[in-house]
């Protein structure tokens, strides 16, 4: 069973910078970063497949950089020019049980507790 733990959320103004972190307790592939904001769905952001291929949430507009270190068995998410719409709690998942319509739907074995962005 594998563990995902992930840290770097925080309050933070609006056009600032935020590096989240999801450390696993082993070697992990197909993973992604999603988030939920209060009374909004799950949002899919990126993901990286099991061929190291990325894809991003077109919504992201190049805001987000997702990233692995496999060395570190950790996946990370740079988030620029944040936004008061960024404010949600972040997901990391890892080990892709089902591609769907669109990264929100992708279903994932694997979750960690979330990490609370807040922009103002």
């Known amino acids: 069973h594998v563990q995902l733990v992930e840290s770097g959320g925080a309050s933070v103004q609006a056009g600032g910078s935020l590096r989240l972190s999801c450390t696993a307790s082993?070697?992990?592939?197909?993973v992604a970063w999603f988030r939920q904001a209060p009374g909004k769905e799950r949002e899919g952001l990126a993901v990286?497949?099991?061929?190291?291929?990325?894809h991003y949430s077109p919504s992201l507009k190049g805001r987000f950089t997702i990233s692995k270190d496999n060395a570190k068995n950790t996946l990370y998410l740079q988030m620029n020019s944040l936004e008061p719409d960024d404010t949600a709690v972040y997901y990391c998942?890892?080990?892709?049980?089902?591609?769907?319509?669109?990264?929100?739907?992708?279903?994932?074995?694997?979750w960690g507790q979330g990490t609370q962005v807040t922009v103002s």
């Open positions: 998942a890892a080990d892709l049980l089902e591609y769907g319509l669109g990264l929100s739907t992708y279903k994932y074995r694997y």
């Open positions: 082993e070697y992990i592939v197909d």
């Open positions: 990286i497949d099991s061929d190291e291929s990325i």
